[in-house]
Structures are given as structure tokens and as C-alpha cells.
């Protein structure tokens, strides 16, 4: 449970280390076959900022914790990049797609954090 939460903390580092924005860490670990323990959700302006997050990400986990995503999906489009950590699932949005999927709806008992953008 505290390797999650360190995850989740790397996670976020990389998302904000490159302007990534609306974060929102969903706890699913009480609910009954959640396919993780957590999803991280965010979003960037921009496919280039999309893929700069998802980058950063990567960087992050992989020089502190070693651990590199066992799979990445839409790096190349970058309206929606999902990197799974097994234990979290990160998606990296553009607002529009975001908007559409609405994700953190989808998993409504689970426990929502937002943080605040920096600036």
C-alpha cells in the first residue's frame, strides 16, 4: 500500500513538472473488482504537452522507484495516453476527450482527489 502511494506521488511530480492540469487521483481500492488500486487523471493543452506529460511520468517512476509502465497506449495520437502501472492507471487527456470519457464519473463510490493546478 505504500509503494501505491509512493507511485501516485511520482505520478503526480511528473504531471505538474510539465504543466499538466484538473488532476484527480481516484481511490478504487474498497471497491469490489476495480482493475487497480488507483487511477490518476489529467489532462494537457496539447498533443505535444500530452506526450510531454506521459514522458515525464516515466522518467519520474523510472530514476526513483526503477519501475518503468508495464504497457503505454495512445502515444503517437495523444488525445488519450494511458500508462498502466499495474497497481495505478494513469490518463493523460486532452479536454476534449476528457470531457467525452468522463472517467472519473465512471467510478462513482470511489474516493476522488482533486489537487490544485500549479502554476
Given at each position: ?87 495505478v492507471l494513469v490518463h493523460i487527456f486532452l479536454p476534449e476527450t476528457r470531457t467525452f470519457y468522463d472517467l472519473e464519473h465512471l467510478w462513482a463510490d470511489a474516493k476522488l482527489t482533486h489537487l490544485e493546478d500549479?502554476?
Amino acid at each position: 500500500m505504500e509503494e501505491t502511494k509512493k507511485l501516485v506521488e511520482l505520478i503526480t511530480k511528473g504531471i505538474q513538472d510539465k504543466k499538466g492540469h484538473g488532476i484527480v487521483i481516484a481511490d478504487l481500492s474498497e471497491i469490489d473488482g476495480a482493475i487497480c488500486r488507483n487511477f490518476v487523471i489529467c489532462q494537457g493543452n496539447s498533443p505535444a504537452q500530452v506526450e510531454a506529460i506521459a514522458e515525464s511520468i516515466g522518467d519520474y517512476v523510472r530514476e526513483t522507484i526503477g519501475e518503468k509502465p508495464v504497457s503505454c497506449v495512445g502515444l503517437g495520437n495523444n488525445q488519450w495516453v494511458a500508462l498502466d502501472f499495474v497497481d495505478v492507471l494513469v490518463h493523460i487527456f486532452l479536454p476534449e476527450t476528457r470531457t467525452f470519457y468522463d472517467l472519473e464519473h465512471l467510478w462513482a463510490d470511489a474516493k476522488l482527489t482533486h489537487l490544485e493546478d500549479i502554476e
